[in-house]
């Protein structure tokens, strides 16, 4: 045996290393599980450091369940918050909602794959499968590659409008340099992660008649929510039939629910002298449009949104629970899983037995995931919306399953309530962001993970339907 491993610092190394190796095995075999302790874990940590009296503008410590409240909000990129951004937190409370926001929007397990990247040598495969399972059905074998291009993107499109941003709030608006620089920034990270918070009191009211601002930030958060495999499809492949059913599905639903929301907030609000009503027609048009985008996950707003009409309200619960795409910044029940829905009812109606799109077949376990996601989410929507409203008897149910919605699909739209909840109504939304956030990667996990071969089938049976 040579004296260098004999020599005590040696031992401990390699006993740290290997015990870290087999750790990190150990965990990345159960998916599942180590997707909601990894949020868990880090929403604790973020609440921790958000309690301390420096992480406020008063100096005086927060509650805890305030401090993690904000801190899941950041974290699973919702944006609702019980105190105001900017008057409440310190820059240093600033700086560790805004490094939440971007853990959040990068995905834990792609943060995790980058700390292995780093530190590892070798990568075995039982890590690798593990840390893919956010990534919606990216296989083992292109982690690496996934990583570079997620990071890359989400950095150079953060980069992009912050510099815009910088420019035009100098430029536009007389801003100090400084000031401009902590808002260009801030602005930058919570659009691409779809985080809805902002450095402004009102948000984004005072640009609601600026397109200069409002539609970077729209673009930036259609980058973000589309999703990471989408935009690599249409990087790649350059032409609309050789992307993939998924992207295209992707980008077809987002058309749809794009354009067809904002036509219908436009008429909707046309004569809400609370919302739109009062605005000059091009603005009216520019935030219909801006409307049906934030609505979809990011949370921005730059009217008020209690003061939208009941149709508009359902319009943006709708929009909001459908949410981005897959293995984006976006929450929801995802568009792709939306589209697969809407066919599936479209070949029932036709009587094909097949689901069909762009001249390819959606495979069954497909359509039996995306009904199953549709269908829990709803069923968890509606059941802890049922006891949020129980648990807050002095706010008007209406805002109450409205703010239930905007958690599930960490969107962060709220008509002003948020702050007025009790601690148990607190602690059933951290619980409706983290299911939101944490639910479709785990869900997708585990529906994977119990795919098995069947070597049998029962006799099959009619049920009467109807």
Known sequence: MSDRKLHPEHLVERLAVGTVDRLLNLLFARPVQVVALVFLVVSLIGATALSFPGATESGQ????????????SALCITGLTVFDVASHWSAYGETIILILVQLGGLGIMSASVLIVALFSRTMGFGIRRGLAAENSGITPGNVRPLLRLIIGFTLAVEA??????????????????EEAIRHALFMAIASF???????????????????FFLIPVMATIIAGSIGYPVFR??????????????????????????????????????????????????????????????????????????????????????????????????????????????????????????????????????????????????????????????VSPHLPSRDVMFEAISAFSTTGLSTGITAQFTDPGKYLIIFLMFVGRVGPITLFAALASRSKPVYYHYPKEEVLIG
């Not at 410590?61 to 899941?72: N, S």
């Not at 402004?200 to 609601?208: G, S, T």
């Not at 295209?248 to 907030?265: D, E, S, W, Y």
């Open 61 to 72: 410590p927060v509650r805890f369940v305030d401090a993690w409240f904000t801190a899941v």
């Open 160 to 177: 992009i409008l912050a510099l815009w941003l910088l420019f035009w709030l100098v430029a536009g608006h007389d801003y100090a340099l």
């Open 193 to 211: 992660n779809n985080a809805g918070m902002t450095l402004w009191p009102d948000n984004l009211v005072r640009f609601q008649a600026d397109w």
């Open 233 to 390: 499809d249409l990087w790649t492949q350059r032409g609309w039939r050789r992307i993939s059913l998924h992207g295209r599905l992707t980008v077809l639903g987002f058309a749809i629910l794009l354009i067809g929301g904002a036509i219908l907030f436009i008429i909707l609000e046309w004569d809400n002298e609370a919302t739109m009503g009062a605005m000059a027609p091009h603005a009216h048009v520019l935030n219909g449009i801006f409307l049906s985008v934030t609505s979809r996950t990011a949370g921005f707003n730059t009217i008020d949104t209690a003061s939208l009409s009941d149709q508009s309200l359902m319009l943006v619960s709708f929009l909001m629970f459908i949410g981005g795409g897959s293995a984006g910044t976006g929450g929801g029940i995802k568009v792709g899983t939306a589209m697969i829905v809407l066919l599936i009812v479209w070949s029932e109606i036709r009587g094909k037995p097949d689901v069909e799109a762009f001249g390819r077949r959606i495979g069954e376990h497909n359509q039996r995931r995306a009904i199953s996601v549709v269908i829990l989410g709803a069923i968890l929507v509606m059941g802890l919306g049922y006891l949020l409203v129980a």
